[in-house]
């Protein structure tokens, strides 16, 4: 099964691919875990990419692109994948439709998390990642059990660094503009399956299972 997901920063993006990987036996691709990954390891596209991210604008394509169809071409994708944050604009989704079209390929499914900015707004307000392994909480949805310790590797939970008030409001706008309109490019396709991602994360989830049968 190959699937991307879509939705505004904070939709739970992250949250329900970890559990589609976990559910179906799929690699889940995150490009913010990998431009973050690189970030950490001081790597040449790490540092350019922060820049980016930091002011909550996109990444170049030229930098996204084929980083991520080269990371498709990977033997454990074969089985299949859940793409996080990628496409983000018409020009990322048509490069992804041409590169899996060469191979006489496609995506079976765009699952489209659907949540009001003002929902996102307090829920990236309460985010905290683990600084060490990435793990994701929110402070009233899904704490850690002990404050500010993650459960997961023991290391220090802090806020994201673009989810400051002002970043995630650009973010937002970033969204809206430059993402949002692939939504009808995939509906046109024949490939959206609209979810509402403003209920409890576990309802989120049981409609996405739902949605892709067994
Ligand atoms: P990225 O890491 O992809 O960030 P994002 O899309 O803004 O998404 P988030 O990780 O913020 O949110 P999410 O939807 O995964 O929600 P989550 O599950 O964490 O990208 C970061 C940056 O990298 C971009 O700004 C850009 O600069 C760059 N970038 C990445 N991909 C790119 C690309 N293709 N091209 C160019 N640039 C790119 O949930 C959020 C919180 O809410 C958590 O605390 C969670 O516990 C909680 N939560 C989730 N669901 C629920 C629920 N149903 N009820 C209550 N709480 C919930």
Redesign the pocket.
């Known amino acids: 099964m190959k699937l991307v997901l879509l939705?505004?920063?904070?939709?739970?993006?992250?949250?329900?691919?970890k559990r589609l990987s976990d559910r179906y036996g799929i690699v889940h691709i995150?490009?913010?875990?990998i431009?973050?990954a690189n970030l950490k390891n001081g790597t040449p596209l790490g540092l350019k990419?922060k820049t980016?991210?930091d002011a909550?604008?996109?990444?170049?394509?030229e930098l996204?692109t084929d980083l991520?169809l080269d990371r498709l071409n990977q033997p454990d994708c074969e089985n299949g994948y859940i793409l996080?944050?990628?496409?983000?604009?018409l020009a990322?989704a048509e490069a992804l439709t041409r590169a899996l079209a060469a191979a006489g390929d496609q995506i079976d499914a765009a699952l489209n998390?659907t949540v009001d900015d003002e929902v996102i707004v307090h829920?990236?307000s309460?985010?905290?990642v683990c600084s060490v392994c990435g793990a994701?909480?929110?402070i009233v949805?899904?704490p850690t059990r002990v404050p500010g310790v993650c459960d997961r590797c023991g290391g220090p939970v802090i806020l994201?660094a673009?989810?400051a008030p002002e970043t995630v409001l650009h973010?937002l706008e970033?969204y809206h503009e430059q993402t949002e309109p692939i939504v009808g490019y995939y509906r046109d396709l024949g490939k959206e399956i609209q979810i509402d991602?403003?209920?409890?994360?576990d309802r989120?989830f049981e409609d996405l299972v739902a949605a892709l049968g067994e």
């Open positions: 939705g505004p920063p904070g939709a739970g993006k992250g949250t329900h691919a995150s490009t913010g875990d431009f973050r990419a980016y991210m909550g604008a996109l990444v170049p394509d996204t991520v996080d944050g990628f496409p983000r604009n990322q998390l829920r990236m309460g985010r905290r994701s909480y929110h949805s899904a994201r673009d989810d973010r970033v991602a403003a209920q409890t994360v989120v």
